[in-house]
């Protein structure tokens, strides 16, 4: 797999990564808008990839946080990033496959855990770029794994698609994960929205709130100001 390194953020944050899979302003976007996310969390992303919410939640909260993956080429990628952003001691990688995260995690032990899975479904899979989209895990898996880890009270992040929310918000109330705010991320204000932020509380009580909407580029094709200020404030 190609793969090159760039640099973020003035030179603050350096990420070598694959060519057909890099970081996404809708990542940056979601990380900007993270809950519940404190210096003495422990934070815990499942599925970490090459480290992109790992390495900047960490940077951004300076909290510890344990990055887990399966993939043998995402796994050596996440590893040289922790290396070359010096965050050895607050970046723990983990090799291991969600689906049995009862084998290498203890349970109820993390504060926070972050989620940005595979979007699409099997049935869309695309062959060219599989990074999107589920294989032998889905959704359920992920937040199946996400109860187990995280402790009464503890908070949820998750990434995902808007066209799949439902899907989502049944699967995290079966899983006793109370949806607490939504936030939809638009690519234009006059265009459906297209991500959804969902923030969770393990065995929360209370009602749902609908967060103003987040529009990503005005109607020329230049970022809004909020998103500007996120590329460039955000580290």
Not at 102 to 124: A, G, I, S, W
Not at 130 to 156: M, P, Q
Not at 183 to 211: C, D, L, Q, S, V
Request: some cysteine.
């Amino acid at each position: 797999m190609e793969a090159e390194e760039f640099v973020f953020f003035g030179g603050k944050v350096r990420f070598k990564q694959p060519k057909k899979h890099r970081l996404s302003v809708v990542e940056l976007l979601f990380l900007s808008n993270l809950k519940g996310v404190k210096k003495n969390s422990k934070v815990v992303d499942l599925g970490a990839g090459f480290g992109t919410l790992s390495i900047l939640t960490s940077l951004k909260y300076g909290c510890e946080v344990w990055a887990v993956e399966r993939d043998e080429t995402m796994l050596e990628l996440l590893n040289y990033n922790v290396r070359i952003n010096q965050l050895d001691g607050k970046v723990h990688v983990i090799e291991g496959d969600i689906r049995f995260i009862e084998r290498f995690m203890k349970r109820d032990f993390f504060d926070n855990v972050l989620l940005n899975p595979p979007f699409y479904p099997r049935t869309y899979r695309n062959k060219n770029n599989y990074f999107h989209f589920e294989t032998d895990t889905d959704l359920a898996d992920f937040i199946k794994a996400t109860k187990y880890v995280l402790k009464d009270g503890g908070r949820v992040n998750l990434l995902y698609t808007a066209f799949r929310c439902m899907e989502a918000f049944l699967i995290l109330k079966n899983n006793n994960i109370n949806p607490y705010a939504v936030r939809i991320f638009y690519p234009k204000a006059e265009k459906n929205g297209k991500f959804i932020h969902i923030y969770g509380i393990k065995n929360g009580k209370g009602y749902m709130t609908i967060e103003k909407p987040l529009i990503i580029n005005r109607n020329d094709g230049e970022y809004t100001d909020e998103v500007k200020s996120v590329l460039y404030g955000f580290l």
